[in-house]
């Protein structure tokens, strides 16, 4: 199973421009892939990703400002003229359902395919999404309007096995390999226990990616994502302009990189940066102030976990 990784197809604020698109990115992780917010313009940045439409079959949407959604309604049409059958589910603050439906209606546009809405409310810590492969949480950031936060994290895996081991021990056959994966020890035929450890390797290291966009300078937060082995965080402004960032619910680049260093995240990658702003390298320098393994966001590079 190949590593999780993140594809940011728009990493600025407030309006597109010619270089610059809102927010939005791609989670592949566990062979899900998992559209997270949707400015203008994503449909265009997923055809340069190279990534199949087909493949997204979850959204998640932090909040109802226009520059995380406004490219949601042509993405979900773009689906349906494709010929898209396989259902899809969006994760969203209450409001964006009735959004969509009152534009699909009044275009008179009937879906080939179906979505389903779970509608996001809570204030506390919520798991929204609990399968074989992955987990899904919500959390509550602190912005002008109701926002969230999203946490995914892999579910462990079953155990490798040593065929070499294992090839020495006669009384284990293939039908014996699901046990032995999920971590139990071996009983041969004369009654001897064979230790798991022995015949298996370790299974790969649990992998966790937060995303935390729009909020202000919110230390609550760190309880939720501590240890996460990537943090996005929004870094609207620089400290120069930290008296405008609380004005309007935002981050400075050295409050993210504080927020990383409480959380002990094993790198920060910043994003969501105001488009005065034309030195991206900027906020790297200001967050590598106080916190050591930190990256920008650039449109199309993919990051790994």
Same mark, same amino acid.
């Given at each position: ?23 939005? $990115? ?8 998992? &559209? ?8 265009? $940045? ?29 993405? &979900? ?33 009937? &879906? ?28 509550? &950031? ?164």
């Amino acid at each position: 199973m190949k590593k999780p990784s993140l594809t940011i197809l728009g990493c600025h604020s407030s309006i597109p421009t010619e270089k610059f698109y809102p927010t939005a $990115q791609i989670l592949e992780i566990k062979g899900f892939y998992n &559209l997270i917010d949707c400015g203008e313009g994503t449909q265009v $940045q997923i055809r340069k990703s190279k990534i199949k439409f087909n493949k997204i079959i979850n959204i998640f949407i932090s909040h109802l400002h226009g520059d995380h959604y406004f490219g949601l309604i042509g993405l &979900l049409s773009t689906f349906h003229l494709l010929g898209r059958e396989k259902s899809i589910t969006i994760y969203a603050p209450k409001g964006l359902k009735e959004i969509i439906n009152i534009h699909f209606k009044l275009s008179y546009t009937k &879906l080939k395919y179906y979505i389903y809405y779970i509608e996001l409310s809570s204030q506390e810590l919520e798991k929204i999404i609990d399968n074989d492969k992955i987990e899904v949480y919500s959390i509550p &950031l602190n912005h002008r309007i109701y926002t969230n936060g999203f946490i995914f994290k892999e579910k462990p895996s079953n155990r490798k096995l040593n065929i070499e081991e294992i090839k020495k021990i006669s009384s284990i056959k293939i039908k014996d390999y699901k046990s032995i994966k999920l971590g139990l020890d071996f009983k041969t035929n004369n009654g001897k226990i064979i230790p798991n450890s022995k015949l298996t390797f370790d299974p790969p290291k649990i992998l966790s990616y937060a995303f935390c966009s729009d909020t202000s300078f919110h230390i609550p937060i760190v309880k939720y994502i501590k240890n996460v082995d990537l943090l996005y965080h929004e870094s609207t402004f620089l400290k120069s302009e930290e008296e405008k960032a609380i004005k309007t619910g935002h981050s400075t680049a050295y409050q993210a990189a504080y927020i990383a260093k409480k959380a002990n995240v094993k790198k920060l990658l910043l994003g969501h940066y105001s488009n005065r702003f034309t030195n991206i390298e900027l906020f790297k320098k200001e967050a590598k102030e106080i916190f050591y393994n930190v990256e920008t966001s650039v449109p199309l590079k993919k990051y790994y976990l």
